[in-house]
């Protein structure tokens, strides 16, 4: 079956110092990955996605993540946190068993990240 | 959340009662989306669609309903048959094609009195 997984509900950093939020997936097939983040009670906004190419992708406010197909991870990184860097972030694949141009996505439970000033 | 509006923001329901969930779009996307989000399970897909007049039951359908009269506006209906209605419910929308990313409303806060 197809799957995201974030192992951390929770992750805790400094302002300053690099953050990692941890996903890993199981697919079949080439994977097509994507970074949402949420702050409370809004909707998810994209961050950055891999489709193909270079492994390590850059998104929006400063947030890159690394694809890596051995270990069939995708962390999403930031090399200096913000306390606004605050919030639930999501990790999420597309379901590989539809086929068409629809992009259903199969999410992962989110990882608040916490930023302590 | 740009391009796409959600209506309303909060709404209150008594058990036994049908509402519906307004969703517009202004971004000329094909796909449209519906998700249920509860605290610790991430987002579950209801139903999308790809086309007017053309939808498709996602992983948690049961006790919903849609309709896709119009590109821009693709309303969910939570039913008196949903046993547990009380979550957080987002649209989204995506140009047709693979990998493309979801937009996302701001959601809607359903409760169930």
């Known amino acids: 079956a197809q799957s995201v997984a974030q192992p951390e509900d929770q992750v805790n950093v400094a302002e300053g110092n690099p953050l990692t939020v941890k996903c890993t997936y199981s697919?079949?097939?080439?994977?097509?990955l994507f970074w949402y983040v949420q702050y409370p009670n809004r909707g998810l906004q994209f961050l950055l996605k891999?489709?193909?190419?270079?492994?390590l992708v850059k998104g929006s406010y400063g947030f890159e993540a690394e694809f890596n197909k051995s270990q069939t991870s995708f962390h999403l990184k930031k090399p200096s946190a913000l306390v606004s860097d605050s919030a639930l972030y999501f990790c999420?694949?597309?379901?590989?068993?539809?086929?068409?141009?629809?992009?259903?996505?199969?999410f992962g439970a989110g990882t608040r990240l916490a930023v302590h000033p | 959340d740009g391009g796409i509006t959600q209506s309303p923001k909060y709404l209150f329901r008594k058990e036994g009662q049908n509402v519906t969930l307004s969703c517009e779009q202004n971004?000329?996307?094909?796909?449209m989306y519906w998700y249920r989000q509860d605290p610790g399970q991430g987002l579950r897909l209801i139903y999308y669609?790809?086309?007017?007049?053309?939808?498709q039951k996602g992983d948690i359908a049961e006790g919903y309903s849609v309709s896709r009269e119009k590109k821009e506006s693709f309303p969910l209906t939570v039913t008196s048959a949903q046993k547990n209605p009380t979550a957080f419910y987002l649209c989204?929308?995506?140009?047709?094609?693979?990998?493309?990313?979801?937009?996302f409303g701001p959601g809607t806060r359903l409760t169930v009195l």
């Open positions: 989204a929308s995506s140009k047709q094609g693979i990998g493309n990313e979801q937009f």
């Open positions: 697919v079949s097939g080439n994977p097509y």
């Open positions: 891999y489709i193909t190419g270079d492994n």
């Open positions: 999420a694949v597309r379901d590989m068993g539809r086929s068409g141009g629809y992009n259903k996505l199969i």
């Open positions: 971004l000329n996307h094909d796909a």
């Open positions: 669609s790809q086309i007017v007049n053309d939808f």
